[in-house]
């Protein structure tokens, strides 16, 4: 490994991918490596409170990641260091052959929230999304007028926040005097609770009133969430009367989102609802081949369908693995073949669909330590009844595991109970995130 700062930079750029806005800022804003010894990574932390964090909370994540990248590392170490050493050793500049990861393109800008990295130019159109891209250019050239609200709807992966974000960042190119800003609906409930608490109701309603552009993502987590339906539904009034354009972005349509004022949902679907389905097999290789085209990369073609073929339909994932092959080239110093990106992909491929389900218990009973067999007892404690749920959601998913088989195996359990379980954990992953990176990193165990 002929440059730490390297390694950390790109382990920051996939960390970035999987983990909230607050946690990356929080936690690894301050972090660096220390060094790499003998097959372990060192980094450094503040204290010992963020030593522990580290353990608990994203050890699996960083390691899943480092080994990602080359099997020669096979433990990550935290080390706690002083302030007056908390800034990685001055390293020599030497000319490498490479592309270093631009992580100024992370920056961003916090007046309107919108990242710089998220333009059309970077943006892949292809059949699935099409008709999406054709409405965001609608609405940037007739703003407040065509496709008021628009309304972007698909599955995680797919694209939207980039879309919706490319929407911002052009509107300030195209309309400099004129202000956008983007949030997702969870900060808009925030600021909203926070402004009744601190008596500043006002003041919240005048500083959303006063943009020319609103993109608010990830809508379908207002649900249940009566004071700020009302407070959005009169947002969006005010907004739409006075020609603002209202941008907004859901895993669902509106007419899907549970426990919602049935007035907010007539505003979300008044205007133009499209749908960002899974891109197909050329929207994929095109898109991987604009990904590491940016880094001045150019793979083998057997090498971009091996890629787009992995990736499936996540164009986040896929993100993922375009930013592993670019720490390949990066680290390596020339353009990774077949072989070795297989090598280096190999923790974002899916589980062996005949992998058992002996072996799927024993591995989520380590994963969460407790006892493999507890998961077959009739036993109802929280600390036992969350790993046999999610054993119960990955055997079906996963593998295609029947029902009635699951609850088989499982301890003899009635298939409604297994029906339940697995829906209850497709529910709550959707809006967990710490639910969805524990289920990530547990099929990466089960490969």
């Given at each position: 490994m002929s440059n730490p700062r390297e390694l950390w930079e790109h382990v920051l750029s996939q960390v970035e991918l999987s983990v909230s806005p607050a946690n990356f800022n929080t936690w690894f804003r301050d972090s660096h490596l220390i060094k790499v010894e003998e097959g372990v990574v060192y980094v450094g932390v503040p204290s010992q409170f963020f030593?522990?964090?580290?353990?608990?909370?994203f050890h699996m994540l960083l390691l899943k990641i480092i080994r990602g990248i080359s099997y020669e590392f096979r433990n990550v170490e935290y080390q706690i260091?002083?302030?007056?050493?908390?800034?990685?050793?001055?390293?020599?500049k030497t000319i490498r052959p490479t592309i270093e990861l631009p992580l100024n393109e992370f920056y961003i800008d916090k007046s309107d929230n919108l990242n710089p990295r998220y333009t059309f130019d970077t943006f892949v159109v292809g059949s699935f999304n099409d008709l999406a891209y054709a409405a965001a250019q609608a609405a940037i050239t007739r703003p407040g007028i065509a496709y008021n609200p628009l309304f972007i709807y698909g599955e995680t992966g797919r694209g939207k926040t980039h879309l919706i974000q490319a929407i911002g960042n052009q509107f300030k190119k195209t309309y400099p005097n004129r202000k956008a800003f983007y949030l997702t609906s969870e900060k808009f409930v925030i600021d909203y609770v926070d402004s009744i608490g601190a008596g500043t109701a006002n003041r919240f309603k005048e500083k959303y009133r006063q943009y020319d552009l609103l993109i608010m993502d990830d809508v379908q987590f207002l649900s249940k969430k009566e004071k700020s339906h009302e407070e959005l539904f009169h947002l969006f009034n005010a907004l739409h009367d006075n020609n603002k354009q209202i941008i907004f972005s859901s895993d669902r349509p509106p007419v899907a989102i549970p426990d919602i004022a049935d007035r907010l949902r007539g505003r979300l679907a008044s205007g133009m609802t499209i749908d960002i389905g899974e891109p197909d097999m050329e929207s994929r290789m095109a898109i991987v081949r604009r990904k590491t085209g940016l880094h001045g990369i150019t793979l083998s073609d057997e090498v971009v369908e091996y890629v787009a073929l992995t990736a499936s339909g996540s164009i986040r994932e896929l993100e993922g693995m375009v930013n592993s092959i670019v720490c390949h080239t990066q680290v390596k110093g020339a353009v990774p073949d077949l072989a070795e990106v297989r090598q280096s992909l190999r923790s974002f491929t899916r589980p062996q669909k005949n992998v058992s389900v002996k072996n799927v218990v024993s591995k989520v009973a380590e994963f969460y330590g407790i006892d493999e067999e507890s998961i077959y007892e009739k036993t109802r404690r929280r600390e036992v009844v969350r790993p046999r749920?999610?054993?119960?959601?990955?055997?079906?998913?996963?593998?295609?595991?029947?029902?009635?088989?699951?609850?088989?195996?499982?301890?003899?359990?009635?298939?409604?109970?297994?029906i339940h379980s697995c829906e209850k954990i497709k529910r709550e992953v959707v809006g967990d995130t710490d639910l969805a990176k524990e289920i990530q990193d547990i099929r990466t165990l089960l490969v």
């Open positions: 030593r522990d964090m580290y353990l608990k909370k260091v002083k302030d007056e050493r908390r800034k990685p050793p001055r390293m020599e749920q999610v054993i119960m959601y990955l055997l079906r998913e996963d593998f295609s595991v029947s029902y009635p088989t699951i609850g088989t195996k499982l301890g003899g359990r009635d298939h409604t109970t297994v």
